[in-house]
């Protein structure tokens, strides 16, 4: 796990440093350790060859039990199981709880569903539907009340945590 943590950092730092040349943001501060404790892992998923076929450092065992190497089987909570490789795992503690960000490559193309054939689509966002595409697909609008509401709930919720 060491090698891949600190390569995610030194991937950060870079960035970071990348947008300071480029006159996009600021320099990037040193943060100290006693006032900004550490508080998110990033996992990089590598690939080795076992008896089982190539597996990876990080893998789904069943629907809601993802194994991660050296910590273990963690439990997971997810809505949607997503066809696709694990290609990098961000472990993070945030206002009392764990939380798992995955980045996936996925198997299969999710943009046919809007092509029509042609290079160009057309996108009109209205008043009546959200978006309608050159080809006649239409979305429907969100309803943001509820939305706002489940907005304003979980704000609630987290003024009480600090």
């Given amino acids: 796990m060491g090698k891949y943590c600190l390569q995610a950092s030194a991937d950060r730092l870079i960035k970071a440093y990348g947008g300071y040349y480029d006159r996009r943001t600021g320099a990037p501060r040193f943060k100290k350790r006693k006032t900004n404790p550490v508080t998110s892992i990033t996992l990089r998923n ?9 597996v990876g450092a990080i893998r789904w065992l069943s629907e809601n039990e993802l194994r991660v190497t050296k910590l273990g089987k963690i439990t997971v909570k997810h809505r ?6 694990i290609k990098e795992a961000t472990l993070k503690y945030e206002n009392g709880r764990w939380y798992i960000c995955i980045v996936y490559e996925l198997y299969e193309n999710r943009h046919d569903e809007f092509s029509y054939g042609g290079l160009y689509v057309g996108i ?28 304003q709930y979980y704000q609630r919720k987290l003024d009480g945590k600090k």
Wanted: hydrophobic residues 30%; without cysteine.
């Fill in 46 to 54: 590598n690939f080795h060859d076992t008896k089982e076929g190539n």
């Fill in 80 to 85: 949607k199981h997503i066809k696709g490789q």
């Fill in 124 to 151: 009109d966002f209205g008043l009546t539907d959200f978006l309608t595409f050159s080809n006649g697909k239409a979305i429907a609008k969100p309803d943001l009340k509820k939305i706002n509401e489940r907005i």
